[in-house]
Structures are given as C-alpha cells and as structure tokens.
C-alpha cells in the first residue's frame, strides 16, 4: 500500500526497486513533494530501492493542524522506515528535505549511511537571513503570494518554464499553515539551523559521509571547509538543480554512492585483518 500510518500522520510514499538493493531515500522540498524525484525514480530503482514519500503536510500526506516541521519530519521517516523493515539508507534531501534529512542522520544515526544533500536548507550567510523574518512575516499573513514572490527568486534565464510552473502550482496546492510553519523552524524559529552559525553547530553532529550540491559556490566552499562535507556545485543553475540537470545530477549521485560503498568495503575487509 502507498500509505503509511505513522505516529500522527498518514504518509503517502512509493517503494520501488530490488527489495535486497541498497535504499535510497529521497526527500523532496518545501511546498512540493515526491513527484520532484520523476525524472531520477525510473534510472536509480534499477540498481536501488527507491523509498520516495510525501512529507507531512505536502503532497498526498495528511495535514496535520502543527508539527510542520523537519525535526518532526525526521521522525515520521524514521517511523516509516521502521514500519518497511529497513535498517539503513543513504538520506537524499532537497532544500527543506537537506535539513529533514540531517536530522535524520544525527538524531537517528544508525538509520543513516550517507547523506547527500541537494542545494540544502541550511548554510544561510547571517546578511542573506536577514531577509527571512519579512520572509516569515509574509508568510503568516499571504501565504500564498509570499511563497510565489520566493520561488521566482529561485531560478537563472536557463530554468525551464515548465518546472516553474510546476512548481507553482505545488505551492498553491499546500496548506498556508504548512508553509507558514515550515519557514519559520527552516530559519528564524528558536532550534533553527538554516542560518550560520548555528548550521554549522547542528551539523557537526553527522558523523557519515556527506555529498552536498550547491548552485552557489560560496555556500559550497563553506560546508566543504566548515564541516568536510565532499560538495559539487552546478554552476549557473536554478535552486532545483536536480530537476533541471537530472542527467548530470544522476551521474554524481552514482558516482558517490558507488565510492560509498568501495570505502565502506575496505573498512569491513580491514577490520576483519
């Protein structure tokens, strides 16, 4: 079944690929859901299985009245990995799905191999998370609106129309409290770790290998020198980055996960001598 009760919510997910393959969990963003994983879900579940779920209050979830948020989030997927008898993944989060998925890995990190990051929610410059608490504000009062004048900013000229208005239409497909709620713990709430330097407070506590992609350089240099995460950037490109270059986004994701397991091959063939 596609559905899932889990603690306080109903999650809507997707299983696919061998059941004896390594799992890929893939997390979507803010106002979205798991439709962003099409254009990667038929190539990955070939060689994985592909756990993709609609985080609560987005998609075909259930909308609960509070708890929107991705420290909730991360227990819902803990809970639902449970309920699907799986031990460990490797964590693939987009945007607010990058914090849910780092929650994940430190507060459950025996769920967690590896993290991969997808132009993640966090690593805010201190003068560019100034802008979010009229972000907040807005949010609270015209969701709607707010959220539409946000995505626009998330694009370059060479962002496909119809991701934009794809995505468009998710967002007036959620909830206004939803997005309200996710925001504010996203980045001004108390807890908040979206903004420097409390990103890099939080994030020290993933012990596992982390692949972060980045459309800006600077946030890039900044995970990879604050915290060793390995980082590619895509130069140029929109915020959805791996749905406007699936082909390039797929091929780095193989090649990470693939060197993921040739090192954790060495370690076991080590700790065996």
């Known amino acids: 079944m ?5 603690r306080d ?5 997707t299983d696919d690929g061998p059941r004896d393959a390594d799992v890929l969990l893939l997390v979507h963003g803010m106002g979205a859901d798991s439709h962003d994983w099409v254009w990667h879900l038929p190539d990955l579940a070939g060689d994985f299985r592909v756990i993709a779920p609609d985080l609560r209050g987005h998609g075909y979830s259930s ?3 509070k708890g929107n948020v991705p420290r909730e989030m991360a227990e819902d997927l803990a809970a639902l990995l449970g309920r699907l008898g799986v031990a460990r993944v490797v964590a693939v989060g987009h945007s607010l799905g990058g914090q ?9 990190p025996e769920l967690v191999r590896g993290v991969v990051a997808v132009d993640p929610g966090y ?6 998370a100034a802008f979010m608490s009229g972000y907040a504000d807005g949010l609270r009062t015209n969701a709607h609106e707010t959220a539409l004048a946000m995505d626009s900013t998330l694009y370059t000229p060479a962002s496909p129309p119809s991701i ?3 995505h468009e239409r998710k967002l007036l497909g959620t909830a206004p409290h939803v997005l309200a709620e996710v925001f504010a713990a996203l980045f001004v709430a108390d807890g908040q770790f979206g903004v420097r330097p409390q990103s890099a407070a939080y994030l020290a506590g993933r012990t596992q ?8 350089p600077e946030r890039a240099a900044w995970e990879r020198d604050a915290l060793g995460a390995e980082t590619h950037v895509f130069p140029g490109n929109g915020h959805r980055l791996h749905e406007e270059r699936p082909a390039e986004f797929l091929h780095v994701l193989r090649t990470w996960l693939a060197q993921l397991t040739r090192r954790e091959r060495r370690a076991a063939k080590a700790d065996k001598t």
């Open 2 to 6: 596609p559905f899932a009760e889990v």
């Open 9 to 13: 919510v109903r999650l809507f997910y």
């Open 63 to 65: 909308v609960p009245d």
């Open 100 to 108: 849910v998925v780092s929650v994940l890995a430190v507060e459950h």
């Open 123 to 128: 690593g805010l410059r201190e003068d560019i």
């Open 164 to 166: 934009k208005a794809w």
């Open 209 to 216: 290998p982390v692949l972060s992609l980045w459309a800006d």
